[in-house]
């Protein structure tokens, strides 16, 4: 199990993506991509917000919640990001989930590592 990627680098603490980071262009990807990543099991609602890292407001806006397929484990910044920047997440991710759209279930045993792996 791995985290999906989705900055390039940390700049002063701030994630940044670089210029030429992978943006959709394909509205079939980016809705089937939407629909799989939404449909992950959430294994962590913390409290607190993201902000926005690609605009200049720094009020969190973006719920802090982590999900999980058994394979890979993403949060809604991946979501969030997709929808309104067209910013894709890591392509090893990507070429996993394929052309579907929902992510299998996922048992309490597979939630729990997909926990491990973000405690670190």
Known sequence: M???TLWDRVEAGRPVL???HPRVVDEELKSSLLSY???GTPI???PGKWPDYLSDNDRGILPMVYYTDGEWVWTEQHI???EHYDVLPEHAFVASAG???EAPPVNEDVQQQAIQLIQG
Request: hydrophobic share 35%; glycine share 0%; proline share 0%.
């Open 2 to 4: 791995r985290r999906v």
């Open 18 to 20: 670089d210029e030429d």
């Open 37 to 39: 990543l939404r449909s």
């Open 44 to 46: 962590v609602v913390a």
């Open 80 to 82: 969030y990001y997709l």
């Open 99 to 101: 052309e579907r759209t």
